[in-house]
């Protein structure tokens, strides 16, 4: 994967003039200490504006189409007070996935992008994004096909708002990011 010279990284803080390694942020059996991650996909980032975490709120991408499901509607949109996206310089960041990088360093970022809704961020970007029962949302996450057919018998919110609608699909060589 080659680096691109900027990166994305997302939060709920507007001002932060510095980005510091955080052990908040990492995946559950993530061992390499405190970091912060970027993406240099900004659909992507948009999915980390808002506080959740993967039991009731999950996201990634099936090849080129993002998507972001939400099983506890009411939490999602009491934590959804916007959020920023910084542009910072990739030279201390390592790949960590398909789409994320890792940096153990702190960094300063040179541009940000605020939004003063998270949902709408993803949205307007082209996320995919669906409200689900609990019970529905613990099926996608435990689904042997990463949930994309049950997602695609969802209306998603973006289909709801008239907005443009991508059908998820489960290729060969890809698979669900997380």
């Known amino acids: 994967m080659a680096k691109p010279l900027y990166l994305y990284h997302a939060s709920p803080e507007a001002n932060l003039k ?8 990492a995946p559950e059996g993530f061992n390499m200490g405190p970091v912060i991650f ?3 996909s ?3 980032a948009t999915q980390f504006l808002v506080d959740h975490d993967d039991s009731w709120a999950n996201g990634g991408a099936f090849g080129d189409t993002f998507f972001f499901v939400i ?3 009411k939490r999602f949109l009491k934590n959804d007070n916007g959020g920023t996206i910084y542009v910072v310089p990739s030279e201390t960041f390592e790949p960590f996935n398909k789409r994320e990088w890792c940096g153990k360093e702190k960094v300063k970022p040179v541009s940000r992008m ?8 993803m949205i307007i970007t082209g996320v995919q994004v669906y409200f689900v029962k609990p019970q529905i949302y613990r099926q996608i996450q435990n689904s042997e096909d990463h949930g994309v057919s049950i997602l695609n018998n969802l209306k998603s919110e973006n289909e ?4 443009e609608v991508k059908v998820l699909e489960l290729y060969k060589s890809s698979k669900k990011v997380v």
């Open 18 to 25: 510095i980005i510091e390694p955080r052990r908040k942020t």
């Open 38 to 40: 970027a993406t240099d």
């Open 42 to 44: 900004f659909p992507f």
């Open 71 to 73: 099983g506890d509607k």
């Open 114 to 121: 605020s939004f003063s809704s998270g949902l709408n961020a």
């Open 160 to 163: 709801k708002w008239g907005l």
